[in-house]
């Protein structure tokens, strides 16, 4: 599955200890209460058993219609696996290979919705984000679905990072990414994903619903239709098409791109107020730390995917690296337009 800014398949160290406390906690190690909650969850680890996912989510439309995808995931260890993923007349393929993978759609513009689901999974399956640059800033309890969950805040200058679970199981219950306190607008709540309805497989805990909210409505609902041990496949499957493209990763630590300059985009002429609007690009970082190479995977409609694309290359980032030596990556980034 696709590694991203906001969801990328390493755990990076966060070493904290705090005097506060869940209930009657007396200390917080956050190294280890991050890595215990990523892996009560991540059947996509290295020891794990091979599964196969299938997933029905649905998403509202511009209209009011509703919109039903399906999500098709067969996994055999890290370097061999397979998702298909299809809604309304979208259609992608990726193939899993060492330190790389391979992409194949009928659209070079993906669903918004898409991209949550697969945000979404990305950091069930593969364990939890975090950057060497985010400190734990505070813990506290909050309800989630009648469960007090235990959580942690962590933050920097530019991105802010809530994290939830169940505090016998240790599942993840909430995940909320934040990049700026400039995209909060009053009557407009911060993106957040939710995790429910566990149940045990192959040891590992997995919810059987998944949403992703976007103010008081879920724009994507997803439900587990099928989580089994996968059987005898054919190896074709997971030769990816020679038309496909390749996307390449890091063999060693990779720590992602941050944005030090991320100036907001200009409504376009045109469009009506207020607008929530959000356009999600796909961008390669350069170990310049310059932007290059936008292009549209969540469309918010070809006026603000415009002005999208051309303030995404006044962005400038502190480039990733790899076993700290800088490194040109591709990432996915939000550009919000919230108005009132």
Known sequence: MRQSLLSTALLFALTFSSTAAFGKTPQIDSKAWLKDTASATSLASPGQKPFELLIRFTTPGLKGE??????????????????????????????????????????????????QLQSMLDVLLHGLPGTASLKPAKSFSR???????????????????????????????????????????????????EYLSYSVFDGRQFPRELKYWDGSSPRVDAI???????????????????????????????????????????????????????????VLVGTDGKVYDPIVQGSAGKKFDREALRTALQWRFRPATCDGQPVAVHIDIQMHLLTR
């Open 66 to 115: 509703t919109f039903t995808g399906t999500y098709h995931y067969q996994w055999i260890n890290p370097s061999k696996w397979r998702e298909e993923t299809t809604i309304a007349n979208f259609q992608e393929l990726r193939i899993g290979g060492e330190q790389k993978f391979w992409v194949l759609s009928n659209m070079s513009t993906q669903p918004i919705a898409v991209y």
């Open 143 to 193: 309800k989630i679905d009648g469960l007090t969950a235990e959580c942690l805040l962590l933050k920097d200058k530019y991105e802010k990072l809530t994290v939830c679970r169940d505090p016998k199981t240790h599942a993840l219950l909430q995940f909320i990414p934040k990049f700026s306190d400039r995209l909060v607008v009053e009557g407009v709540k911060t993106p957040r994903t």
């Open 224 to 282: 587990v239709e099928k989580l089994q041990p996968l059987g005898r496949v054919n190896s074709s499957l997971f030769v990816p098409p020679s038309d496909a493209h390749e996307v390449s990763g890091c063999g060693g630590v990779l720590t992602p791109p941050q944005a030090v300059e991320a100036p907001d985009p200009t409504p376009p002429d045109g469009v009506r107020l207020p607008m929530n609007l959000t356009t999600v690009l796909e």
